[in-house]
């Protein structure tokens, strides 16, 4: 099916490169080298999703250009790049819209190609199918279901502890919230050593466990958004339990369901899970769209992922896992982990322990607390890459996260936004 058209004003050899990453996602790449070029394109064409244009040369041009996103009634978001030394002054004139973004060179054209797609889909733009001589297609097409709506459950696990999961589950968490202005429910399903309120300086929170013994006098039956607290991000934060001995009305298919339920509030449900393979763990492999499973360069970790691999396989949850490569910067090369592990990496998380302690500390995530250091860019680049695979059956087809990002190949996407 034809895509988005994209719009892209940057020197040559970034245009070849990028344009090639989106031709070969099936996007149209479309070159303009003047507003006037721009001008006549978006007069014929109702398709351009996203304009990528240069923040650093030429910003009388750029300004131009931008301001032709917005005549007429469009709304077309622009891909601003920029060096990073130019980020803080960046503002398009105090013309800037909530749907633009930045992207800060040196970069690479794949992790662009990521960054744009998720523009597109959160932008909902219409594709050439529904465009014919420049003109919108009448209303008349079924519309998309209820069921379609829902969010989408990621689950981020390992077997082994220590590996980062809570701080990937965190922080990517935040990411959605706040930079991709997207609806996100944070559920610590860890009632062991869970520690995603105390991480976010969330104290004393109401939990299921809690909410649940009332629920048997009072019988409110409450649901996950309404027992969620919210923390000062945006994020709804929800706590299994304060304590593992007090677990037993937690039956597994009732948190379960509990969570499907949650997809209708949420555009995203991001679960951290005890390294365990219990019957609660088991039963909420069934319902999630991805498994993002963190995995850091040593045996220990390799070995765990590995025996998770072999237990997908039983589970029949293989083609929904896909590794983030955390602490990356430690020597061992990606390709090295995914021959091994048998996994595709989704994305390379590199080594800032002392950043995200420290936002801990403070009750904040490093999103929120350290905005401009390197290893959120990873971060990002995470998020951008489940948007840019939300697809409702992906998980369950094989055609979107395995198929996107290795599906048994040998990938090594080991790029960052800069």
Same mark, same amino acid.
């Given at each position: ?5 994209? =719009? !892209? ?42 304009? !990528? ?22 709304? $077309? ?28 060179? %040196? ?34 097409? %079924? ?11 990621? $689950?981020?696990?390992? %077997? ?68 969620? =607290?919210?923390?000062?991000?945006? $994020? =709804? ?6 304590? %593992? ?10 948190? =379960? ?7 209708? #509030? ?35 970790? $390799? ?18 896992? #896909? ?80 198929? !996107? ?14």
């Amino acid at each position: 099916m034809p895509r988005s058209a994209v =719009a !892209i004003a940057l020197p040559h050899a970034e245009l070849v490169a990028v344009s090639s990453q989106l031709t070969e996602a099936g996007y149209e790449a479309i070159e303009v080298k003047t507003a006037d070029e721009l001008e006549v394109l978006l007069s014929t064409r109702r398709d351009i999703g996203v304009a !990528i244009l240069d923040g650093e040369n030429d910003f009388d041009r750029t300004i131009e250009m931008y301001g032709l996103l917005h005549d007429e009634g469009r709304n $077309i978001p622009a891909l601003m790049v920029v060096a990073a030394r130019a980020l803080d002054r960046m503002g398009m004139a105090g013309r800037a819209r909530v749907s633009d973004e930045y992207f800060t060179r %040196p970069y690479s054209a794949e992790s662009l190609r990521w960054r744009v797609e998720a523009m597109l889909i959160r932008a909902e733009v219409p594709t050439d199918d529904a465009v014919h001589g420049g003109m919108i297609e009448e209303p008349g097409a %079924p519309e998309i279901s209820e069921e379609d709506r829902h969010g989408q459950i990621v $689950i981020v696990f390992n %077997p082994k502890g220590g590996v980062g999961k809570t701080t990937i589950a965190v922080n990517v968490a935040a990411m959605l919230q706040i930079r991709k202005s997207q609806r996100v429910l944070l559920v610590d399903c860890d009632t062991v050593t869970g520690h995603v309120a105390s991480s976010l300086g969330m104290e004393n929170v109401r939990t299921v466990a809690d909410a649940w013994t009332e629920d048997l006098t009072t019988g409110a039956g409450e649901t996950f958004a309404e027992i969620a =607290a919210h923390h000062e991000s945006g $994020i =709804a934060v929800l706590v299994m339990a304060e304590s %593992p001995l007090h677990t037993e009305i937690l039956e597994p298919k009732r948190v =379960a369901e509990a969570i499907t339920v949650a997809r209708q #509030a949420f555009d995203w449900v991001v679960v951290d899970m005890h390294p365990d393979y219990g019957p609660l763990n088991q039963v909420i492999f069934e319902r999630a769209d991805k498994i993002i499973v963190p995995v850091t360069p040593d045996v220990p970790a $390799i070995r765990a992922a590995v025996q998770l691999r072999e237990v997908a396989v039983e589970l029949e949850i293989r083609d929904r896992l #896909a590794m983030v490569v955390n602490r990356a910067n430690s020597g061992v090369s990606v390709a090295d982990m995914e021959r091994t592990v048998g996994m595709p990496a989704l994305a390379e998380v590199r080594s800032a322990g002392m950043l995200f302690v420290r936002a801990a500390n403070e009750g904040r995530s490093a999103v929120e607390r350290f905005p401009k250091e390197k290893v959120i860019d990873d971060i990002e680049l995470l998020a951008d890459r489940m948007i840019a695979t939300r697809d409702p059956g992906a998980a369950k087809t094989g055609s979107g996260f395995m198929g !996107i990002f290795g599906g048994g190949r040998n990938t090594n996407p080991s790029v960052r936004a800069s």
